[in-house]
């Protein structure tokens, strides 16, 4: 088993900042990737960004390509989210997940790819 929280959320204004936190434990050494998703009111889950297990491999969505940056410490188990530049779009709940198949190819853009997930932090961006 593998819990994750994240944290870091809050309201910001258009153009503001904030960087979001996830800190896994538990099994953490069957880590394959990690990644963040996002979902709006009444909108599916869609993905953010992510990152292959050692940290050399990035992965991002087109809409926050260029503003935000995922990287990960793997001596605290945590993985970050910066966001730059917010804008109104970027109002959602963000999740944090785990792929825990290491061993096999991680799969960063699909949420069933993932074994586990974090419970979310909102964040609001105002205009």
């Known amino acids: 088993q593998v819990q994750l929280v994240e944290s870091g959320g809050g309201l910001v204004q258009t153009g503001g900042s904030l960087r979001l936190s996830c800190a896994a434990s538990g099994r953490t050494n069957s880590n394959n990737g990690m990644g963040w998703f996002r979902q709006a009111p009444g909108k599916e889950r869609e993905f953010v960004a992510a990152?292959?297990?050692?940290?050399?491999?990035?992965y991002y969505a087109d809409s926050v390509k260029g503003r935000f940056t995922i990287s990960r410490d793997n001596t605290k188990n945590t993985v970050y989210l910066q966001m730059n530049s917010l804008k109104p779009d970027d109002t959602a709940v963000y999740y944090c997940a785990a792929d825990s198949s290491w061993g096999t190819v991680f799969l960063p853009y699909r949420s069933n790819d993932y074994d586990y997930w974090g419970q979310g932090t909102q964040v609001t961006v105002s205009s």
């Open positions: 990152i292959s297990r050692s940290g050399g491999s990035t």
